[in-house]
């Protein structure tokens, strides 16, 4: 069965990249950057998780079904951390006596 | 069923010994097994996203505490543990390679490397875990934290071994699996025809080695 192989150099490139991704996490961590430390740190994983995929784990060569299943992998983690995310935002929105024993058709 | 009619189905079949009976060709056997790893594949990235998603919530609640909390953590052995986990998934992915190459020797190697920066990192994991025990970062009646926010900061202990515990239990497995890979390997079960267990193997790794990508600014940096 015939596969596309990937080449020692391209793995190595790959390896280095994630190597100086790695070195460059650690020297933005040592700078005060407020909020953008977060941001940054997230950026460079994501970056990196990226090259893993494309590369390591040679979606870049697999079936079309796998790819797509990829893709909604990433949508379905989008939803999972979007709506979690959207509903603690908004529950300082409601004030905290007005729960359902406090509501006032129930009284 | 005819004499005649067997014979053409065993000759039909003799040149790919490795190809299951349910399937048609090398080529769709190989493509059933991949969307069949990506899909396991899914429902882990939805196990961890639950628990990025629990990390995420409670950082936005404290993050002043979490900030002093992941001052605690030992930031150079992280650092060691991320250059391993990177290591190994070359390694796991040059045996991929070898395999594909028909390279049987190089294979072995592979696998045999992948699973000793695998250990390595399961042994610097140890490491971090007693030293958090003797300095009573465990959660639970034992904890105890000097500075402000003892209550804050012990979720986000909580977290953390929630989130490595359940990384390093998939190493273990990862490692059991590798240990299947490198029997079968030294059998000679591969070859540049079939390789679609040591691909499949190799998915697993590199999925508990972006895990961890994950993990290591989130837990120990920021």
Redo the contacts between chains.
Sequence with gaps: MEGHITPTKTYLAVFFALMVCTVLTYYVWTIDLGFFNVVVALGIAVFKASLVVTYFMHVKWSPILSKITVAISVIFLGILLLLTSMDYASRQWVPRNVGWENYPVLK | MSDAHVATVDQAHAHEAHVAHQFVN??QQ??SG??GM??F??TE??FF??M??AY??YR??YPEAFKIASTATN?PLG?FN??VL??S??T???A??SA??GKQKRLVWMIILTMLFGAAFLGVKAIEYTEKWHHHHVPGPNFIWEKEGGREVQILYCLYFAMTGMHALHMVIGLGIMTWLLIAALKGRFS????NPV?IC??YW??V??VW??L???LY??
């Design positions: 090398a080529r190989y493509e991949n969307l990506w899909l594949l899914q990235i939805m996203g639950g990025f998603a995420g919530v936005a609640w930031v650092a991320t250059v990177i290591v998934s070359l796991m992915a040059l991929v390679q594909q190459l540049p025809s079939y390789y691909e190799g998915l590199h999925f080695d972006i990508i994950f290591f600014p989130l940096l920021i």
